[in-house]
């Protein structure tokens, strides 16, 4: 406990009094390359043994995390936050060595699966990854061959307002049909909460279904269709009732727009290709590595000599008792 209340003093000190960088000023005198090596910006003491820590050390640190943090700690103040952290980091790890925990049997382990899973990484990068190569006649090719795949359904739009009571709802389809606007009546009644959740109660947007295919939601399958099979401008001339789940709603839309089922380009579909057939070609050359290993390797397997799992035998039926009786 000395030991650290000793350190801990002296990372406070430093942090607070030795804490200096160097920063250069529009002056030509003042362009002067510096040596952030010799610039020691924290010191302690461990075990009677002197560590010191450099600007160089600090600027290498910070340029090691994401590059999103890496901004977070751009300026004095910055490395100067940064700076605690990378020394309570480096003091946990001096205590945990020296309680012996780099020794401990599972930790070695850890660390050379690790290890392991890293050399693996790095060989199959180099292996794989750095083997393959993707043209845009691969991506063409691929795209010609599976157009089917890239096919957006027909979709359509309307405008809804969904309720929960028949007769309010009748009440509001005389108004519509009387003349009152039905994307206006969508507006209020949602700003007054008298919708129910269903299609088009968008808070952003009320009444609005946005485009949607036959398979959007199945529950809605009555409404989806009804709406598939209206011309664009017709209107629900009486109140359309559906059931969802033990729930009974009461419909009024609109039919505003229709898309008709298209073929996706090449170029809106580019991304999504070259993902596909980079996984392909990683697939097909790991297959390929593999075969090359073992080839190199002369590899047997000896499959047959697999013992046959034993299934326990049912407790009913040990010592001869039948489990009808």
Known sequence: ???????????????LLTWSLVQSDNHEAAKVEIDKKSIIIAEYKWNGELHQISLAELEAAIAELPTYRQQNYASKKGKAEY?????????????ATDEGFDKLED??????????????????????????????????????ENKGDYIEEEKVRAICITLDDEDFANETLDKILAGKDIKEMAKELTE??????????????????????????????????????????????TVFETDVGEDTFYLIFRKEEEKPERQREFDEVKSDINRKVEREKKRARILEWVEEISNAGKLKTYPENIPQTLLPEPENTKNGKDSDN
């Open 192 to 237: 007054a909460n008298k919708v129910a959740n269903g299609p088009g109660t968008s808070q952003q947007d009320p009444g609005n279904t946005l485009f949607f295919g036959k398979s959007a939601a199945p529950n809605w399958s009555e409404f989806i269709d009804e709406v598939f099979e209206m011309k664009v401008n017709e209107m629900t001339e």
């Open 107 to 144: 930790f070695l382990k850890k660390m050379e699966d690790y290890s392991y899973q890293l050399m693996v990484e790095k060989l199959t990068e180099m292996e794989v990854d750095e083997k393959i190569a993707i043209t845009d006649g691969d991506l063409i090719a691929y795209y010609e």
């Open 1 to 15: 406990m000395k030991k650290l209340l000793i350190v801990a003093t002296l990372v406070v000190a430093t942090c």
């Open 83 to 95: 700076l605690e952290t990378y020394i309570d980091q480096k003091l946990k790890l001096l205590q």
